[in-house]
C-alpha cells in the first residue's frame, strides 16, 4: 500500500509569509507525528495525534507553529509570519496501532525562508 | 533533561564490521530505536529494543542496556549502500509526553 506522502515537497517562502505543510498518513494509523529536521541534526519532535486530537505539542518552537487533523487522517502543519531560522525540512510520521511499532516517515517538505 | 548522544561520523571498509554506540538520559524509557537516513531520503526503521540483550536482524543488530543508559548498533559485511547516517531515538513517555527523542545521527562512510 502507499506510504506516508507530503505535499509540497520543496517550498520556497518570503520571510513573512504563511505557510501550509500537508501530510498524507497510512491509511488506518492512528498516531501521527510532525519534525523538523536542520541540516546535519537528527529530527526534532514538533507535536504528536492520536487520531484528531493533539496530544502533545510541546515541541513547536513558538505561537507561530499551529499543527491541527480535524478528521484523524490528513494532517497540516502551517507556520505564520516565516522566519529565516524556520528554514528545515519537516517530516511526518505515522504510526500503527500500539506504541511500540516503529514510526513510517513521509519523504519530508524542504521549506527555505529568504 | 533529555540527551542522546551518539558519535558524529565514523568510516569503515566494505566487507567489515562497524558497531555505532547511543548513550541516551532521558526522564523516562519506553523504548530505544534505530533508524537509517540516506541523504535527502526520509528516516526507515531498523531496529527496536525495549529489553536488554541483542536483537538480530539479518546484517544488523542492535543491543541496549537500560541500567547504563547505552545501546549500539552493529552492522556487519558493510555494503557500499550502508553509507547512510544511523539515527538513535528513544521514547521516553515517562513524563507522559508522546515525543520521541532523536540523536543528531552518525554519519557512516563506507570505503572500498
Known sequence: ?114 | GQNIDQPTEMTATEGAIVQINCTYQTSGFNGLFWYQQHAGEAPTFLSYNVLDGLEEKGRFSSFLSRSKGYSYLLLKELQMKDSASYLCAVSPRGDGGFKTIFGAGTRLFVKA
Do not use: M
Not at chain 1, 484528531?52 to 499543527?67: I, M, T, V, W, Y
Not at chain 1, 511526518?92 to 529568504?114: D, H, I, K, M
Open chain 1, 1 to 114: 500500500g502507499a506510504g506516508v506522502s507530503q505535499s509540497p515537497r520543496y517550498k520556497v517562502a518570503k520571510r513573512g509569509q504563511d505557510v501550509a505543510l500537508r501530510c498524507d498518513p497510512i491509511s488506518g494509523h492512528v498516531s501521527l507525528f510532525w519534525y523538523q529536521q536542520a541540516l546535519g541534526q537528527g529530527p526534532e519532535f514538533l507535536t504528536y495525534f492520536q487520531n484528531e486530537a493533539q496530544l502533545d505539542k510541546s515541541g513547536l518552537p513558538s505561537d507561530r507553529f499551529f499543527a491541527e487533523r480535524p478528521e484523524g487522517s490528513v494532517s497540516t502543519l502551517k507556520i505564520q509570519r516565516t522566519q529565516q531560522e524556520d528554514s528545515a525540512v519537516y517530516l511526518c510520521a505515522s504510526r500503527g496501532q500500539g506504541e511500540y511499532n516503529e514510526q513510517f516517515f513521509g519523504p519530508g517538505t524542504r521549506l527555505t525562508v529568504l
